[in-house]
C-alpha cells in the first residue's frame, strides 16, 4: 500500500505538509501511513475478519470502490515520537485531529461509527465516496479530470510566458471576466483549481476560454 503523498490530491498534498509543520511546532512529531489503495488492496483488507484470518478493519470493499483511500483523497497518519506508533494515552491523536480540522481536513476520530483517529480526508465530496462514484464512476476517471486542468494550465503558463497579452490577468475571483466567473468558481469550489501560497491563481484569457469550453463539454460536472 502506497506511502507515498505524491499520488494524493494536490490539495491534500498542500494540507499534509501544513499539517506536519504545525505539528511540529507543537512538539507532535507525525509520520504519514497509508494514502493511496488499489482495488485489490482494498478488498485484502476488507477479508480481514470475514474471510480471512483477523480482525474486521473496514467496511469498505475495494471492488467497489468504497474507500476514500482509492479515490486518492485520504491519507492515514502514525506516531512518529518513538512511544508507539498508535499509542493514544496522552491524546496524541486527538490533538493531532483537531489541528487537522483548523486547515479543513476532515478527520476520522469526529466519527461516530467507525472512530477512526488515524485518518483524515478532503470533505468536499462528503464522508463517503457516494457523491464521486455518481460523478466519475471510477477513481481514474476521477484523477484524469484534476491531472488534467493541472496539465491545460502549466502548459497554457508555459507557452504564453513571453507574450505581453497573455500576461497574467486574473489573480482573484472578482477580477474574472462574467462569462468565465462561474466556470472559475465551479473549478475552487471542487478544489480542481488553486491558487499559490498567496491565494492568486495566475489567470489569463487563454487559460479562462479552454476552461469554459470543457466546462459547456461537460467535463467539470
Not at 499539517?19 to 497509508?34: F, P
Request: hydrophobic share 35%.
Amino acid at each position: 500500500m502506497a506511502r507515498d503523498i505524491n499520488v494524493l490530491h494536490p490539495t491534500l498534498q498542500k494540507l499534509i505538509a501544513q499539517l506536519k509543520i504545525k505539528c511540529k511546532n507543537q512538539g507532535l512529531i507525525i509520520g504519514i501511513g497509508e494514502c493511496y489503495r488499489t482495488v485489490a488492496e482494498q478488498d485484502a483488507l476488507y477479508a480481514k475478519g470475514r474471510t480471512t484470518v483477523g480482525n474486521i478493519v473496514t467496511n469498505a470493499k475495494g471492488s467497489s470502490y468504497s474507500s476514500m483511500h482509492q479515490w486518492r483523497i485520504a491519507v492515514d497518519f502514525y506516531r512518529n515520537d518513538g512511544k508507539g506508533a498508535y499509542n493514544n494515552s496522552d491524546k496524541f491523536f486527538n490533538r493531532v485531529g483537531k489541528i487537522g480540522q483548523s486547515l479543513g481536513l476532515e478527520w476520522g476520530g469526529s466519527w461516530t461509527s467507525p472512530v477512526d483517529l488515524p485518518h483524515f480526508q478532503l470533505p468536499d465530496w462528503g464522508s463517503t465516496p457516494s457523491k464521486l462514484k455518481k460523478m466519475y464512476g471510477t477513481p481514474d476517471n476521477f484523477k484524469a479530470s484534476w491531472v488534467a486542468i493541472s496539465e491545460i494550465k502549466e502548459e497554457i503558463i508555459k507557452e504564453n510566458a513571453e507574450d505581453e497579452e497573455e500576461m497574467i490577468k486574473y489573480n482573484y475571483t472578482q477580477e474574472v471576466p462574467e462569462w468565465a466567473k462561474p466556470t472559475i468558481q465551479k473549478l475552487l469550489d471542487k478544489k480542481y483549481l488553486t491558487g499559490d501560497d498567496k491565494g492568486k491563481l495566475g489567470l489569463n484569457d487563454t487559460m479562462l476560454k479552454v476552461f469554459v469550453i470543457n466546462d459547456r463539454a461537460g467535463l467539470y460536472n
